[in-house]
């Protein structure tokens, strides 16, 4: 479907020369030939853009222009003035126009500020329906808990909100590091702006600097018309690049020029393109191994971390997870559960290796299959309320009674010890008291890396 591009002039001529250039440029084209009839016809045709004279009988360009935004505040109004003066410019601008162009003008000039107030108003139109579908499903998303270590993050989030200073979230996976970003940008002075998340991870290496950057028509096999990239919506908003050490190597230089230049250039492009955005980025991998193996660039890094904020695991604020877990239920549906005394021990006893998203799954199996309103601690999945038996004979290690294979045993613990270390290697090896060769030994012979452990039932 065409755009609608409604052109008010008094002069005929150019009114005529506008509307033969603008429709062999393949936009409709409705023309009217003062301002009061141009008014009218807006209010019937509601078009995409106006392009109007500044100096007309009766009504004028700029009456024009404050009627248009009184009755659609989006609608972009580009005028035409013969005063290329500074003073007329920035009366405008004041008055809320998108652009001007003086008389006499260049054709392909008028038709790139058309282009370009067009593609600004799909950009627009693309932040709402996000800002929109982002706000439908916030109200179930918020931080849970009153430990002291989330106690130190919201005192973190109330002082780097209302800054525009990169932040990187570190921690496991499931910690809610995208929630931490969440709350930053609704406390800060961008939070009537796009939140767009990205996961780096997530999407085939060969379109991630498609979607990232956007791409033009032509760029490559496909591209059949322009697409605006992530990095370009969350424009006077935020942007959130989950799992960014999983950005492959050479994409991280153009990151790293979006960061210091606020502009970015397209796939194919040859024009850079400002933005105004607010950089929030998370990575649940081990981050002086990722520098020290090369897969992170040190500038990135640092140009992320101007603010670097760690997430704790769940393990170490069990005091949250009654919160959590009376939250959960909340959102579940199940506000009239109670939980003994027993099954929220069992749960507090529990390491969640999945963090705060394996206590939700938890919690939402529980409600499914539970027998009446009170969960006991026969309700609690085996793997939880096994720990409570542990505790209680003093064993690190509670074996079933029909056995268990001792390799899985082996490959259980190596792995255990990883996440409570955020698989530092030296780290996990001095916690399982055994040589650093040792532990990769098993690890190579496990096959146990981050990405197997962290991309299954608890990735993300």
């Not at 282009?115 to 918020?142: M, Q, V, Y």
């Not at 690049?241 to 020029?257: C, F, H, N, S, T």
């Not at 939980?339 to 963090?355: C, D, I, T």
Request: proline share 4%; net charge negative; with cysteine.
């Amino acid at each position: 479907m065409k755009q609608l591009i409604l052109v008010v002039d008094d002069d005929a001529s150019l009114r005529r020369v506008l509307e033969y250039n603008l429709s062999s440029a393949g936009y409709s084209v409705a023309a009217a030939s003062s301002g009061e009839e141009g008014l009218s016809l807006f209010l019937q045709e509601r078009p995409s853009l106006v392009i109007t004279d500044m100096k007309m009988p009766g009504m004028s360009g700029l009456q024009l222009l404050e009627a248009v935004k009184d009755r659609s505040p989006e609608t972009l109004v580009i005028l035409i003035t013969a005063f290329g003066s500074v003073d007329m410019a920035v009366e405008a601008m004041k008055a809320g126009a998108y652009d001007y162009i003086t008389k006499p003008f260049n054709r392909d000039e008028m038709l790139l500020t058309v282009a370009k107030a067009l593609r600004f108003t799909g950009l627009a139109e693309e932040n709402r329906r996000l800002k929109s579908e982002l706000a439908g499903r916030g109200g179930e998303r918020e931080l849970v808990g009153a430990s002291a270590a989330m106690e130190k993050i919201y005192q973190v989030i109330r002082k780097v909100a209302d800054s525009d200073a990169s932040v990187l979230i570190t921690g496991e996976s499931g910690t809610g590091k995208e929630l931490v970003a969440r709350a930053i940008h609704g406390q800060s002075s961008r939070k009537g702006g796009t939140f767009v998340a990205i996961n780096c991870a997530a999407i085939p290496r060969d379109l991630l600097e498609s979607e990232l950057f956007g791409h033009v028509k032509g760029a490559f096999t496909g591209a059949i018309k322009d697409k605006v990239g992530k990095l370009e919506l969350a424009d006077g908003g935020t942007i959130f690049l989950d799992e960014v050490g999983e950005l492959p190597l050479e994409l991280q230089p153009k990151l790293l020029r979006v960061l210091q230049e606020r502009e970015l250039e397209p796939v194919g492009g040859v024009k850079p393109r400002r933005l105004d955005i607010r950089v929030i980025a998370a990575t649940n991998i081990d981050v002086d191994s990722s520098l020290k193996g090369g897969t992170l660039r040190e500038d990135l890094y640092y140009r992320l971390a101007v603010i670097p904020l760690h997430l704790p695991p769940l393990r170490e604020r069990r005091e949250d997870i009654p919160l959590l877990v009376r939250h959960f239920c909340k959102k579940l549906g199940g506000e009239g559960v109670r939980f003994q005394r027993v099954a929220l021990e069992a749960m507090e006893a529990y390491s969640w290796p999945g963090n705060v998203r394996e206590l939700e799954n938890a919690v939402e199996r529980i409600l499914i299959m539970r027998e009446g309103d009170e969960v006991t601690l026969a309700d609690i999945p085996e793997k939880v309320r096994s720990r409570v038996g542990s505790a209680a004979s003093g064993k690190v290690v509670n074996l079933p009674d029909e056995g268990y294979p001792l390799e899985q045993l082996e490959r259980e613990v190596v792995v255990e010890a990883l996440q409570r270390n955020q698989w530092n290697q030296a780290a996990a090896a001095r916690f399982l008291r055994i040589p650093r060769h040792t532990l990769i030994y098993r690890m190579e012979k496990y096959g146990i890396t981050p990405t197997a452990e962290l991309g299954g039932e608890y990735g993300g």
